[in-house]
């Protein structure tokens, strides 16, 4: 199974050129991200996969889930990764209202700034949101952060190999690399981020947070 369309495609980047799709870079960085966290344990495992290779990365977290487990968001900081808002409750961008959208934004960013002083990095969840709730998010100094490559590891019916083939085969110098540190993906996760992380460190690649 080819999963070439998880790749984003060059058109939507252009379109929404006002997003971050990528940061080039001529350190030959890449910047691994997860969504939905922080999770027991699961969250945990990945800091640790990710100080074995000497990697950072950065971790779009739930408010509510912030709120319920505080002492691991405190240690992904702790260790050195960055930490954006991921809104209060996961919410869909197209099919919330933008003062409902703003509002929950603004209470992962309250529970967020209980731990950090500022966290000016913002992934709606889905990918989907509408351009008037972006406007008012990057007024507030959010930088809007998307993906080059997502994983599908949230994906039950994409296997795992097919999942690390689709990483391998797209990351490159620059790349956001999407993955999830939650229930759902963890059995693709398990697979593929170790094995993600080995390639990188051959391929020279450095692993890296967003700033």
């Known amino acids: 199974m080819k999963l070439n369309?998880?790749?984003?495609?060059?058109?939507?980047k252009r379109l929404f050129s006002n997003y971050v799709w990528a940061l080039p870079n001529q350190e030959d960085k890449v910047y691994l991200?997860?969504?939905d966290g922080p999770t027991p344990e699961i969250t945990e495992w990945v800091l640790a996969e990710l100080q074995a290779y000497g990697m950072k990365a950065s971790f779009f977290c739930i408010g509510d889930n912030i709120r319920k487990y505080p002492e691991i968001f405190q240690k992904t900081i702790a260790e050195g990764h960055a930490v954006g808002n991921h809104t209060f409750n996961?919410?869909?961008?197209?099919?919330?209202?933008?003062?409902?959208y703003i509002e929950n934004a603004l209470k992962g960013k309250e529970i967020i700034e209980k731990h950090i002083a500022e966290a000016p990095l913002f992934r709606p969840p889905y990918g989907k949101i509408?351009?008037?709730?972006?406007?008012?998010?990057?007024?507030?100094?959010?930088?809007?952060?998307?993906?080059?490559?997502?994983?599908?590891?949230?994906?039950?019916?994409?296997?795992?190999?097919?999942?690390?083939d689709n990483v391998l085969r797209n990351i490159k110098p620059g790349s956001i690399v999407v993955f999830h540190d939650s229930v759902?993906?963890?059995?693709?996760?398990?697979?593929?981020?170790?094995?993600?992380?080995?390639?990188i460190k051959e391929k020279g690649y450095r692993g890296d947070r967003i700033d």
């Open 90 to 100: 996961h919410l869909n961008g197209w099919k919330t209202a933008t003062e409902q």
């Open 5 to 12: 369309w998880v790749k984003t495609h060059w058109l939507i």
């Open 130 to 164: 509408k351009g008037a709730q972006a406007k008012i998010l990057k007024q507030l100094g959010y930088k809007i952060i998307m993906w080059d490559v997502i994983s599908v590891d949230y994906d039950a019916t994409v296997s795992k190999e097919d999942c690390l």
């Open 33 to 35: 991200t997860f969504d």
């Open 184 to 199: 759902k993906a963890f059995k693709n996760l398990e697979y593929v981020l170790p094995k993600t992380l080995a390639y």
